[in-house]
């Protein structure tokens, strides 16, 4: 079945250097790809997402980067501050739903 | 800028018994999902709903839940019994598309003793 997931649970990053989160997916067929920030005690937010057609996306400070041929996607933070400590999910939306990696939590330290 | 409002932020209930929760979506939104996330975690689809009836469930989603858009802006889910278990955070989001970005609420989080 559709699984997505991610590397690792925790990355810690000085601020002001990159950050590079991974995800992997199973599923060849999956077209449309989210990444989400969730804060403590909040909803998870939209950060940028990508479709199947790119392999590239860029926002402001951020990046996302798929790879259909290996099923990965990542997201690069450029200038990490400490406003971006949260975790960071991947999420492939599947039409009437998303399916959601476990999170990686982004530690951002002074 | 408009966002998913949901109440209350916080529910405790005793186990057994029907809790409701609820959710505003923006307003011109026309498909609505609710999500669970037991603490610790990764988020879960529960269910979508587009013109007044379920378009999507998941395995989590069995008889004990139900939704209902009841007016022209609320989205509810209700659990008839609950569990232990059902103790999580539960986001509603909404979404103009199918295939559109979800926006989540504030989510929910219900405690069942």
């Known amino acids: 079945g559709e699984s997505v997931g991610l590397h690792l649970p925790t990355l810690s990053v000085q601020e002001g250097d990159n950050s590079i989160i991974n995800c992997a997916y199973s599923?060849?067929?999956?077209?449309?790809f989210i990444w989400y920030k969730q804060e403590s005690g909040k909803g998870p937010q939209f950060i940028i997402d990508?479709?199947?057609?790119?392999d590239k996306r860029q926002g402001q400070r951020v990046t996302v980067l798929l790879n259909k041929t290996v099923k990965h996607l990542s997201l690069q933070i450029a200038a990490t501050q400490p406003g971006d400590s949260a975790v960071y999910f991947c999420a492939n939306n599947a039409g009437n739903m998303l399916t959601f990696g476990g999170g990686t939590r982004l530690m951002v330290k002074p | 800028e408009p966002e998913v409002t949901q109440t209350p932020s916080h529910q405790v209930t005793q186990m057994g018994q029907e809790v409701i929760l609820r959710c505003v979506p923006i307003s011109n939104h026309l498909y609505f999902y609710w999500y669970r996330q037991i603490l610790g975690q990764k988020v879960e689809f529960l269910v979508s709903?587009?013109?007044?009836?379920?378009?999507?469930k998941s395995e989590i989603f069995d008889d004990q839940f139900s939704v209902e858009r009841p007016d022209g802006s609320n989205f509810t889910l209700k659990i008839r019994s609950t569990k232990l278990e059902d103790s999580a955070m539960y986001f509603c989001?909404?979404?103009?598309?199918?295939?559109?970005?979800?926006?989540f609420g504030p989510g929910t989080r219900l405690t069942v003793l």
């Open positions: 709903f587009y013109n007044n009836e379920i378009s999507e």
């Open positions: 599923n060849s067929a999956s077209d449309y």
């Open positions: 989001a909404s979404s103009t598309t199918n295939n559109n970005e979800q926006f």
């Open positions: 990508i479709r199947s057609n790119m």
